[in-house]
Nanobody, 123 residues
């Protein structure tokens, strides 16, 4: 019912910047939270940043001061501006959204994931 499509990953040198985008589409009534997670090789998926509908933000300590999350609610889109990238930031980045959908008189909340986009930080 809801699809998330990420874009913007790629290869960047240490100290460089990238901007990830994620667009949600489908039978969306409202998007409560949008965010980014990442999974490095051999490691578990971890939170990077989230932004709620009301504006509150949450960042992993490892990215505070370097990454910025933003949303364009009119476009059902979330962005992740990543600056001062380090090799440790190399991972597949996944978009996540907590979406309320409406089907007739019923509402349901779906926890939805994108397919992931690879970010490689290397010289």
């Amino acid at each position: 019912q809801v699809q998330l499509v990420e874009s913007g990953g790629g290869l960047v040198q240490p100290g460089g910047s990238l901007r990830l985008s994620c667009v949600a589409s489908g039978s969306i009534f409202t998007i409560n939270v949008m965010g980014w997670y990442r999974q490095a090789p051999g490691k578990e998926r971890e939170l990077v940043a989230t932004k709620a509908n009301g504006g509150s933000e949450n960042y992993a300590d490892s990215v505070k001061g370097r990454f910025t999350i933003s949303r364009d609610n009119s476009k059902n889109t979330v962005y992740l501006q990543m600056n001062s990238l380090k090799p440790d930031d190399t991972a597949v980045y996944y978009c996540n959204a907590l979406v309320t959908v409406r089907s007739g008189v019923w509402f349901d909340t779906l926890d939805t994931w994108g397919q992931g986009t690879l970010v490689t930080v290397s010289s």
